[in-house]
């Protein structure tokens, strides 16, 4: 197919420089030669420390909060805050672009917002942690900045026992002080540039899309409980088989998903699943499995939901297991600001790129932050739609596209601001 394409090359320097940037930032990770950055973790205060050198050198003013999020804000006088920024945390064996060249492309952003002099204050957060991989809570990072924070969360622990409040007084911060990361009333919006993690611009040859809205997402734990047994003397007719149980519930997940239709989107996925006593020779008699459902429309979802719960209850019922589910997440859809999407297409198209529109199916920081102020979110190509995973890659042309349409984003931002 034939697209309308930009012209990057001004911009290509600084894309190159950012993805080597990316990939210095990936070596910082908890396993050798794989990319393992979880919330808090050591590797975490490695990046604060190559991004705080980064903001100095900026000329900007550059804290830690309490959540762990590091934050620089540059020319800190009267003029109205825009914030920019993504999260610096991973999934186990992760890309090297993830949230991170988010942050990165934030400081382009500022560097070249210095070069000219735009009345802006610009605050740059790269959130300390979005994934949910170490407390299973997404958005930690971003929940304080918005105001979101739930204290009940401190209560949180992970794989090792360590609570939230202890991993966050380990790192050196003091959770007394969370409603102090709240952003400033003087911030105007929030803009986050980000990769795509599907295939739908590759598929259409294009570099960029502008979000229109972020799916929904419920995560729930279903577990089975029925009768550990010898393997060898159980009749078949008489077990009580939670692995049986769970595999039957598990095609039902995906023939739903599957047989939706309509412009709406659902997916729905089991992608962890725990088994005890997890022995060759012997019936499981506990399984628990993850069940994560997402939409850009909350009534399908929930319907989704609902009918799945009621399958697992049918299944357990047949085969003569308990069946229990606890919610773990439940996150609404969430568009995207009007207005400042509407500046964004328009410094898309300038840029010479087609406004190409479509919705978030994984979730983002600026589903948190358009709970609290007007936010805007770019996408840019993956390869191949590959992402959390080692290889997630970009395209040097597509990160210079991103940075020349949100450069013209900038000034527009400003110029409206001091119309």
Known sequence: ?????????PFLGRAKAAIAECHLLASMSEVLGRTTRRFLTPPVADVHTHLHARMTALGMSVTVDAAGNLRGLWQSTSAPRLILGSHIDTVPDAGAYDGVLG?????????????EALPLAIEVIAFSEEEGVRFGIPFIGSRAVAGRFDSALLSLRDAEGVSLDDALRNFGLD?????????????????????????????????????????????????????ANHAGTTPMHLRQDAVAAAAEWISIVESLARSHSGPSSLVATVGKILVEPNAGNVIAGRASVSLDIRSDRDAIRQAAQEELLRKAESVATKRGVVCASRMLLEQPAVSMDEQFTAILAESVEAAGYPPRQMPSGAGHDAMVMATRLPTAMLFLRSPGGISHHPAESVREQDVAAALHAATIFLRRIAQILHA
């Open 1 to 9: 197919m034939t697209t309308k394409t930009g012209s990057p090359e």
């Open 103 to 115: 942050v990165v492309l934030a400081l382009e952003l500022v560097e070249q917002a210095q070069r």
């Open 175 to 227: 959770p007394a002080g969370l409603d102090d990361a709240i952003v400033s009333t003087e911030a105007v919006g929030f803009l986050e540039i980000h990769i795509e993690q599907g295939p739908v611009l590759e598929a259409e040859n294009l570099s960029l899309a502008l979000v229109t809205a972020i799916a929904g997402q419920t995560r729930l734990e279903v577990a089975f409980t029925g009768q």
